[in-house]
């Protein structure tokens, strides 16, 4: 069983930046591709971005393209999603999630909150 982490999640001012992390329990696991997506209250759950594990493609919602950058580091298992010039409808919690290499688990992890608020 795998778990994911996220962290980094807060408050900040329109036009900042925060720094989200996603790390797995398990340091031996290797994902097919990572994701991460946000929902807000109210609202269904929005894709923001994905990268692949072995290769690192990466792909965004067009929401976030030019402000998002997800990354991984494979030596920790942790995948990244550095967001810039927030916004308050980027307020969200935000979730990753990890789908195994045979494409029959996805793994999810609690959530982080952000707000983007003056």
């Known amino acids: 069983q795998v778990q994911l982490k996220e962290s980094g999640g807060g408050l900040v001012q329109p036009g900042g930046s925060l720094r989200l992390s996603c790390t797995a329990s398990?340091?031996?696991?290797?994902?097919?591709?990572t994701r991460w997506f946000r929902q807000a209250p109210g609202k269904e759950r929005e894709f923001v971005a994905s990268?692949?594990?072995?290769?690192?493609?990466?792909l965004y919602a067009d929401s976030v393209q030019g402000r998002f950058t997800i990354s991984r580091d494979t030596t920790n298992n942790t995948v990244f999603l550095q967001m810039s010039n927030l916004q308050p409808e980027d307020s969200a919690v935000y979730h990753c999630?990890?789908?195994?290499?045979?494409?029959?688990?996805?793994?999810w992890g609690h959530g982080t909150q952000v707000t983007v608020s003056s």
């Open positions: 999630a990890a789908r195994s290499t045979d494409g029959q688990n996805d793994y």
């Open positions: 398990n340091p031996t696991f290797e994902p097919y591709t």
């Open positions: 990268i692949s594990w072995v290769i690192g493609t990466t």
